[in-house]
């Protein structure tokens, strides 16, 4: 295993802000790692609308949250950050010594002068199906995700949703290749849905040729071997008000991902509302050394734009340099004719 990371600063979350932050700090030569729960950066430009238009990043007329991602990753490159993708940072605690010992639900350990929170509105994680019991068979029979589909090749699949997950896993379940399921039976409740068009003619086709079955419902109970341990089926109640058992060996449930603040809330941080209480001078929390940055932070008259986020990442990371260089003394320098920025940035 590996041990304990020492650095001068972690990020929490590779969202816009994060990503900008990294930027920030490199101008002052603090290295940094920054970690996402997600398996990607972007934050909620990737996650939640990466096709979609913004008009208010200064100078750049008009670009798509997956364009502002990629351009971000690509300003950043010069400073080399180690990022920890898929993995939600769970404890932050204070040493003795002043840094602050930083751990992931990956087990990854962090020994760190300064930590940026830059969570936006919180990891995000799959929404949970609510039926009594169930949560008893999750990783075993019940999936929110799939990380290793050679695990469903040959097993009756139950899949619920109706987003693009929901249908591109039931294709790919329910067809011929390597992780062709034995059977998959489609439910959501509704005749309806988000995904691609192409895909859900795709599901009609083959549940016409039956290859596949949808069921519009929800599930409302399960079913379980006399024993308890094994679920056996689950109980879907139709638009017709009747419920049927589905006999499944496995569940695979697709509701989508929603935004947690979740662990961060426990690290003894000043909260209003949910947000973290900062000042505008520094973006400093209440804990000397933790910073918080973009949506993650509240102060008065705050705005929850990504601009924003920008200009507190520039003073958040001037704030940090007392922590990480006690001694040096930093003046502003321009990127345009700063010689020193110019090696920093590799453009000399
Ligand atoms: P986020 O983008 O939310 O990223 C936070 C990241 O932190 C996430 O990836 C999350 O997984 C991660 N994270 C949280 N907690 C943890 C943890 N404990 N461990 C590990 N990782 C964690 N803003 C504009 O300025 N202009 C626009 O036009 C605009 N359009 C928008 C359109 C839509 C549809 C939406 C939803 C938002 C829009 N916004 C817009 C808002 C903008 O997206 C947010 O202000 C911005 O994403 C905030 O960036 P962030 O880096 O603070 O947080």
Redesign the pocket.
């Known amino acids: 295993a590996q041990g304990v990371i020492e650095t001068d600063a972690i990020i929490?979350?590779?969202?816009?802000?994060?990503l900008f932050q990294v930027f920030e700090l490199g101008l002052l030569e603090i290295k940094c790692h920054i970690?996402?729960?997600?398996a990607y950066p972007g934050?909620?430009?990737i996650?939640?609308?990466p096709d979609?238009p913004?008009?208010?990043i200064p100078a750049v007329p008009m670009c798509t949250g997956k364009e502002l991602t990629d351009n971000l990753l690509k300003q950043i490159e010069p400073f080399g950050a180690t990022f920890h993708l898929g993995q939600?940072?769970t404890r932050v605690e204070k040493q003795e010594d002043g840094r602050f010992f930083v751990e992931t639900s990956k087990g990854t350990q962090f020994l760190t002068k300064t930590v940026f929170i830059?969570?936006?509105?919180?990891?995000?994680q799959p929404r949970m199906l609510k039926v009594e019991g169930l949560d008893a068979f999750n990783d075993k029979q019940v999936f929110y995700r799939v990380k290793n589909p050679a695990q469903f090749a040959g097993k009756n699949l139950v899949i619920v949703g109706g987003g693009d997950s929901a249908l591109d896993w039931s294709l790919n379940f329910a067809q011929e290749g390597p992780n062709k399921a034995e059977s998959v039976i489609l439910i959501h409740r509704r005749d309806g849905f988000r995904a691609a068009p192409a895909s859900v003619a795709k599901m009609k086709e083959l549940c016409d040729e039956y290859e596949m079955q949808f069921i519009v419902g929800q599930i409302t109970g399960i079913d379980t071997s006399a024993d308890g341990q094994t679920l056996t089926g689950v109980k879907v109640t139709g638009g017709d008000g009747v419920t049927r058992v589905v006999p499944m060996d496995m569940l695979l449930v697709f509701f989508g991902l929603s935004?947690k603040l979740?662990?961060?809330a426990d690290w003894g941080l000043a909260l209003e509302r949910k947000q973290i209480v900062v000042d505008t001078e520094k973006f400093q929390t209440n804990v000397p050394g933790i910073f918080a940055v973009?949506?993650?932070n509240t102060y008065p008259g705050k705005k929850?734009?990504?601009?924003s986020?920008f200009h507190e990442a520039a003073l958040a990371a001037f704030g940090a340099v007392p922590y990480i260089f006690p001694e040096k003394k930093v003046h502003l320098q321009y990127t345009t004719t700063s010689p020193k920025l110019h090696k920093v940035l590799g453009v000399e």
């Open positions: 929490v979350g590779a969202g816009p802000c994060g970690i996402d729960s997600l934050g909620q430009c996650e939640l609308y979609k913004i008009y208010d939600e940072v830059a969570g936006g509105v919180g990891s995000f935004p979740g662990p961060i973009g949506d993650v929850k734009l990504i601009l986020g």
